[in-house]
Nanobody
Framework: QVQLVESGGGSVQAGGSLRLSCAASGDSISYYPMGWFRRAPGKEREFVSAIDSDGSTSYADSVKSRFTISQDRAKNTLYLQMESLKPEDTAMYYC????????????????WGQGTQVTVSS
C-alpha cells in the first residue's frame, strides 16, 4: 500500500505562491489516481485537484487557472503549484490516492497523507 507524506506548506501573503509536494512510498504513483484536498477551519474537507493515471487533470472551480497539479513518476512525487494565493485558500492540504478516480473525487480515497498547512494573509 502506498504511503503519502506532504510538505511545502507555509505562510505567504496574498498574491504569493507555494508548491506542495506529496512523496509516495511503498508503491508507484503511476498506478493510482491521486489528488489534493483541503480543509479550512470550521469547514468540510473539499476537493482541490486530481490527476488520473492517464495524466488527465481536474480542478475545483475555485482554484482553476491558479493551481496546477503534476507528478514526477521518477521521483514518485505529486505536486501542487499554487499561484495568486488568496486568504480563502488558507487550509490544511492533504494528498490522497486511490485506485478509483471516482472514489477519489468523492473524497473516499483509501490513502491519505497527514497534511501540510497553508496560511495566506491579506
Amino acid at each position: 500500500q502506498v504511503q503519502l507524506v506532504e510538505s511545502g506548506g507555509g505562510s505567504v501573503q496574498a498574491g504569493g505562491s507555494l508548491r506542495l509536494s506529496c512523496a509516495a512510498s511503498g508503491d508507484s504513483i503511476s498506478y493510482y489516481p491521486m489528488g489534493w484536498f483541503r480543509r479550512a477551519p470550521g469547514k468540510e474537507r473539499e476537493f482541490v485537484s486530481a490527476i488520473d493515471s492517464d495524466g488527465s487533470t481536474s480542478y475545483a472551480d475555485s482554484v482553476k487557472s491558479r493551481f496546477t497539479i503534476s507528478q514526477d513518476r521518477a521521483k514518485n512525487t505529486l505536486y501542487l503549484q499554487m499561484e495568486s494565493l488568496k486568504p480563502e485558500d488558507t487550509a490544511m492540504y492533504y494528498c490522497a490516492a486511490d485506485s478509483s478516480i471516482l472514489r477519489l473525487w468523492r473524497g473516499g480515497a483509501s490513502r491519505w497523507g497527514q497534511g501540510t498547512q497553508v496560511t495566506v494573509s491579506s
